[in-house]
């Protein structure tokens, strides 16, 4: 089993920065894509970023610019750096790694952002 433990999360203001981590744990394939997903009340599930393995990122268009994922593969960690944050970014964020060849996808419990205009 995978384990996703995430942190960083936080009240900020418009303009301001926050950093998200997400450490994983147990039995982890090499080979797998780790990424951000996030849930605002009321809207589904969308994707903010993801990057594999091998370091090739993907990005939702509303956050391109703004937003960099990147990860430490020895330390099985994610992370989010979310500059110029804007009201629309509040949300939950969750983490995911999901393995193609097995498959199978995990989750983390979610963290809050919330950035006040």
């Known amino acids: 089993q995978v384990q996703l433990m995430e942190s960083g999360g936080g009240l900020v203001q418009a303009g301001g920065s926050l950093r998200l981590s997400c450490a994983a744990s147990g039995r982890i394939f090499k080979m797998n894509t780790m990424g951000w997903y996030r849930q605002a009340p009321g809207k589904q599930r969308e994707l903010v970023a993801t990057?594999?393995?091998?370091?090739?990122?993907n990005y939702a268009d509303s956050v391109k610019g703004r937003f960099t994922i990147s990860r430490d593969n020895a330390e099985n960690t994610v992370y989010l750096q979310m500059n110029s944050l804007k009201p629309e970014d509040t949300a939950v964020y969750y983490c995911n790694l999901r393995v193609v060849i097995t498959p199978s996808s995990y989750w983390g419990q979610g963290t809050q952002v919330t950035v006040s205009s």
């Open positions: 990057i594999t393995n091998r370091g090739s990122t």
